[in-house]
């Protein structure tokens, strides 16, 4: 059985930072293979997409609204996606979901989705 598990959620300080993970289990060897996305849905708003990275990590994206301030990365070897988060506020406060996918997470819907972790930014 696939799971991804996310962690790391919590209220930060308005441009603070904070380091959300994504692990996977039940893929073994083959979440080498798989696109991971971060997701993100804010109170009263419809879940949007925030970064994806492929199965090389060489070529991350990401949604303008956080470009230069999120970075996602990938320790294959630990079955692990991250999304570092900088300089955050209170217009990123949202569940955050990890979801997977061997072909894309934004071409479609994602196979595997995990249950998201809460971030909650105060002014």
């Known amino acids: 059985q696939v799971q991804l598990v996310e962690s790391g959620g919590e209220l930060v300080q308005a441009g603070g930072s904070l380091r959300l993970s994504c692990a996977a289990s039940g893929l073994g060897r083959t979440f080498s293979r798989y696109v991971v996305g971060w997701f993100r849905q804010a109170p009263g708003k419809e879940r949007e997409f925030v970064c994806t990275i492929d199965w090389t990590g060489l070529d991350p994206d990401g949604t303008n609204s956080v470009k230069g301030r999120f970075t996602i990365s990938r320790d294959n070897a630990k079955n692990t996606a991250y999304l570092q988060m900088n300089s955050l506020g209170r217009e990123d406060t949202a569940s955050y979901y990890c979801?997977?996918?061997?072909?894309?997470?934004?071409?479609?819907?994602?196979?595997?989705w995990g249950q998201g972790t809460r971030v909650t930014g105060s002014s």
């Open positions: 979801a997977g996918d061997l072909r894309s997470v934004v071409s479609g819907i994602p196979n595997y």
